[in-house]
């Protein structure tokens, strides 16, 4: 070859190159732009407030209510070390209110029967009025009773447990209007990021809504604790308020989508709002796949609402491990299912795409991924012993690997019936939320005897992990990815 043709097809692959680099940046700016981004972005801001105001009276809890001094000294658990634990920045060693443990109980436990109770009623009316309406009003409507916290508080606990079981209540639409938005919203081929994405908020929240709870407890202003209820409120109020001006209940309805968007998500979706359509309650009753979400549903909240609930007191009375003193290690495993999740979301798409993976072999890949693994590693973390940072990096290892189900059955309902993906959600929420009773009073029961011993943690442990594997189990058996013929929409 001549040192002209050389350079002539030096300069074409440079062109071509540098083709495929602005039509990527084109694409990649063009996707950042579009309104179905901007949705998701808004859902993952929405879902951090849900998680915040879920977590945020178990935080403030422990600055509102009188501690015995018995408990403030010594070590838990005289068999493990101590970590240095810094008292200095405790605002109220003798809190506020004087409720007994059963009585906290009744406060942390109130917001479930009241979130249980309102889920399918509110799935169902996601349906009828519509997503956008739905979610928004949920998180609003639980900001103002978020704000009512601290007043409630002092009124008297049968008052604060009626508010919480009222946030329960109007928190209980969140989740099934934002799945009823996402099948009108998310194409085919998008669905595990756009899930992923808004689903890691979760998580963003239960991270960073500690630290920040943790810290305005600490301050003078009104005993420190209100502080945080009053914060959390506010924000839900602003993002409210962006909520109603930047997202539409469909493609059809927004006033600033561009056509071509318009029609590539009609096109995928497969909905048509213009024509009311009855859900075939027996069909999905019936159906073996939505039984397959359930039970991993199921699996997956005992796992999450049993880490958001024994993990802080196996810290404390297992490890001596003082959380507000080492923040950024307990924050460790949250952070872990916050990258898993997004990590997850973008891999399964990006193999779907290119026709790599079925969708159906990738839900239950996923699904099995986020239930055997983080039950290896809960285990694994309960027999490092006294090995505080070991422990501590298995829970993260296994959290990480726990974010995939962010792209298993959580999104599952958008492939099986995007038209019903809301009340699908909705059913299979409501089972899951039983978790959130059983999962603390399982911990409790089998640790009752001694809460420090390690070896009766190991049997929580494993209780932990078998339910976990048989809801991936049964996921595995009767999960599909493809779309059902009760869902399809005929026209005509």
Same mark, same amino acid.
């Given at each position: 070859m001549s040192k002209l043709e050389s350079s002539d097809s030096s300069e074409t692959e440079q062109l071509i190159d540098e083709d495929d680099e602005q039509n990527y940046e084109e694409a990649l700016l063009q996707k950042l732009s579009s309104t179905r981004y901007q949705l998701s972005v808004m859902g993952f801001l929405g879902f951090a407030l849900i998680y915040s105001f879920r977590i945020n009276m178990s935080i403030a809890l422990v600055d509102m209510v009188k501690q015995p001094a018995a408990e403030k000294s010594g070590p838990a658990n005289k068999n493990c070390p101590v970590w240095n634990k810094d008292t200095s920045s405790q605002n109220n060693d003798v809190g506020t209110f004087d409720w007994t443990p059963k009585e906290q109980a009744n406060v942390l436990g109130a917001f479930y029967y009241g979130y249980m109770v309102a889920m399918i009623p509110a799935g169902y009316l996601a349906t009828r009025i519509g997503g956008k309406q739905m979610y928004g009003l949920g998180i609003v409507l639980t900001a103002v009773l978020t704000l009512l916290t601290p007043a409630a508080a002092h009124l008297g606990i049968w008052w604060l447990i009626i508010l919480r079981g009222l946030e329960g209540i109007t928190e209980a639409a969140t989740f099934p209007a934002f799945h009823h938005l996402s099948g009108r919203w998310t194409p085919k081929l998008e669905r595990s990021i756009f899930a992923s994405m808004t689903l890691s908020g979760s998580f963003f929240g239960n991270?960073?809504?500690?630290?920040?709870?943790?810290?305005?407890?600490?301050?003078?202003?009104?005993?420190?604790?209100?502080? !945080?209820?009053?914060?959390?409120?506010?924000?839900?109020?602003?993002?409210?308020?962006?909520?109603?001006?930047?997202?539409?209940?469909?493609?059809?309805?927004?006033?600033?989508?561009?056509?071509?968007?318009?029609?590539?998500?009609?096109?995928?979706?497969?909905?048509?709002?213009?024509?009311?359509?009855?859900?075939?309650?027996?069909?999905?009753?019936?159906?073996?796949?939505?039984?397959?979400?359930?039970?991993?549903?199921?699996?997956?909240?005992?796992?999450?609402? !049993?880490?958001?609930?024994?993990?802080?007191?196996?810290?404390?009375?297992?490890?001596?491990?003082?959380?507000?003193?080492?923040?950024?290690?307990?924050?460790?495993?949250?952070?872990?299912?916050?990258?898993?999740?997004?990590?997850?979301?973008?891999?399964?798409?990006?193999?779907?795409?290119?026709?790599?993976?079925? $969708?159906?072999?990738?839900?239950?890949?996923?699904?099995?991924?986020? $239930?055997? %693994?983080?039950?290896?590693? %809960?285990?694994?973390?309960?027999?490092?012993?006294?090995?505080?940072?070991?422990?501590?990096?298995?829970?993260?290892?296994?959290?990480?690997?726990?974010?995939?189900?962010?792209?298993?059955?959580?999104?599952?309902?958008?492939?099986?019936?995007?038209?019903?993906?809301?009340?699908?959600?909705?059913?299979?929420?409501?089972?899951?939320?039983?978790?959130?009773?059983?999962?603390?009073?399982?911990?409790?029961?089998? $640790?009752?005897?001694?809460?420090?011993?390690?070896?009766?943690?190991?049997?929580?442990?494993?209780?932990?992990?078998?339910?976990?594997?048989?809801?991936?189990?049964?996921?595995?058996?009767?999960g599909s990815g493809e779309l059902q013929a009760w869902a399809v929409i005929r026209n005509g």
């Open positions: 991270m960073i809504t500690q630290p920040i709870i943790g810290y305005l407890c600490t301050l003078e202003l009104w005993n420190g604790w209100p502080l !945080g209820f009053y914060a959390n409120g506010l924000l839900a109020i602003i993002w409210y308020v962006a909520w109603c001006f930047l997202v539409y209940e469909s493609p059809d309805k927004h006033p600033r989508i561009s056509e071509r968007e318009r029609n590539y998500i009609n096109s995928q979706t497969q909905i048509d709002d213009d024509k009311p359509t009855a859900i075939p309650w027996k069909s999905i009753l019936t159906s073996l796949p939505v039984f397959g979400i359930v039970a991993a549903h199921f699996a997956n909240n005992f796992m999450l609402y !049993g880490m958001m609930s024994f993990l802080p007191l196996y810290f404390a009375d297992v490890l001596n491990f003082d959380i507000a003193s080492n923040g950024i290690l307990s924050a460790l495993p949250w952070v872990s299912v916050f990258i898993g999740t997004l990590t997850a979301g973008q891999l399964t798409d990006l193999l779907r795409s290119r026709s790599l993976v079925t $969708t159906t072999f990738a839900r239950k890949f996923n699904q099995v991924i986020s $239930t055997f %693994l983080p039950s290896i590693f %809960l285990l694994l973390a309960g027999y490092a012993g006294c090995d505080d940072i070991k422990a501590i990096l298995f829970l993260a290892v296994g959290m990480l690997f726990f974010g995939a189900a962010g792209s298993g059955f959580y999104c599952n309902n958008l492939d099986l019936a995007p038209q019903f993906a809301g009340i699908i959600y909705a059913i299979s929420n409501f089972f899951a939320t039983l978790s959130g009773f059983l999962a603390p009073l399982i911990v409790a029961s089998l $640790t009752e005897e001694n809460v420090h011993s390690s070896v009766l943690w190991i049997h929580a442990f494993y209780v932990f992990a078998g339910v976990s594997w048989l809801g991936g189990s049964t996921f595995l058996l009767l």
